[in-house]
């Protein structure tokens, strides 16, 4: 039988991690149309708004339905402002592991939303729901994503050589592949002591019985 992330919202000091909905398709391609998400990841390039739809209404809850993954907006607790996405995927439920990333808007960078959001997920996942072992990846020039790694406790594994694809931006607007490395990055149980208390032990998690 196969195993599904539940309905599930995470609150922090700051933050509201809960399911996309349609009501952030406008701000999800928006976001997803910076050059940094065109740089270290596979959105397509330019960005629209009927592929944000799509990812919400379609890939999403298919994502959680087949037990592969699980995609969370990250909002502002106060503004309810979409300030990016915190993605589980390549889920084992054998292993109780995950690959956990994260994508914030340009606006809201060095607030420390991405660390906030990244370690409230973690706590969630290897807590409440028992997993043994959360690993990231970041492209060998993504500093940016490493310190998050870095800040949440991540334990840095190795180098995956040549085993990632990055894209540069030429000046008429053209991508094209790089080739580079992968960082593999683990976070056990153990490795959350001293990491943060952004969380209660229950008080910070809510379910969303409607959600598909």
């Not at 379609?58 to 993954?69: C, D, S, T, V």
């Not at 840095?156 to 960082?183: K, M, P, Q, Y």
Request: aromatic content about 8%; charged content about 25%; some cysteine.
């Amino acid at each position: 039988m196969t195993s599904t992330f539940p309905n599930i919202s995470i609150s922090t000091e700051r933050l509201v991690l809960r399911p996309l909905d349609e009501d952030d398709v406008a701000a999800l391609a928006e976001m997803m149309n910076d050059e940094q998400v065109g740089a270290w990841t596979d959105v397509p390039q330019p960005y629209t708004t009927d592929q944000a739809r799509r990812w919400i209404t379609e890939y999403a809850p298919a994502e959680r339905a087949a037990g592969r993954g699980l995609d969370l907006a990250v909002t502002e607790f106060l503004t309810q402002r979409l300030v990016g996405i915190v993605q589980l995927a390549k889920t084992s439920w054998h292993v109780r592991s995950t690959e956990l990333s994260y994508i914030i808007a340009p606006w809201a960078r060095g607030e420390g939303y991405a660390s906030e959001a990244a370690l409230a997920t973690a706590q969630w996942l290897l807590g409440n729901q028992k997993f043994e072992r959360i690993e990231l990846r970041t492209a060998a020039d993504n500093t940016a994503s490493q310190q998050v790694a870095q800040k949440i406790g991540c334990i840095s594994e190795g180098v995956l050589r040549n085993a990632c694809i990055a894209h540069v931006r030429a000046e008429d607007g053209t991508w094209s592949d790089v080739r580079t490395d992968f960082i593999v990055w683990s976070l056990l149980p153990e490795d959350l002591e001293g990491a943060g208390e952004q969380l209660a032990d229950t008080g910070g998690f809510t379910s969303f019985p409607d959600w598909n």
